[in-house]
């Protein structure tokens, strides 16, 4: 079964910065397109960046673009979300999955508060 762990996230104050960490099992992750999400209280989990197997090409939702960078390595099963000039509405536990994500295989995610 594939299985993703995510950490990194913490308490941190407007404009502040974080870096989270994913480490994937269970698949040919090198073959795999990867997508960081989030999911702020009480509203639908959202994909905020997503990037191919190769690292050639990513994207970001518009509210992230610019803010946020996501990178992987693919010799240590990881994927990564840079998180710069961090918004109070950037608050959310942050989860990496697939893209398209599988269902099955959601992690426990990360806590991001981005609070003064």
């Known amino acids: 079964q594939v299985q993703f762990v995510e950490s990194g996230g913490d308490l941190v104050q407007p404009g502040g910065s974080l870096r989270l960490s994913c480490a994937a099992s269970?698949?040919?992750?090198?073959?795999?397109?990867m997508g960081w999400y989030r999911q702020a209280p009480g509203k639908q989990r959202v994909l905020v960046a997503r990037?191919?197997?190769?690292?050639?090409?990513?994207w970001y939702a518009d509210s992230v673009k610019g803010r946020f960078t996501i990178s992987r390595d693919n010799t240590k099963n990881t994927v990564n979300l840079q998180l710069n000039s961090l918004k109070p509405e950037d608050t959310a536990v942050y989860y990496c999955n697939r893209y398209p994500s599988l269902s099955n295989s959601w992690g426990q995610g990360t806590q991001v508060t981005v609070s003064s």
């Open positions: 269970g698949s040919i992750f090198s073959l795999d397109e």
């Open positions: 990037i191919l197997s190769d690292s050639r090409i990513s």
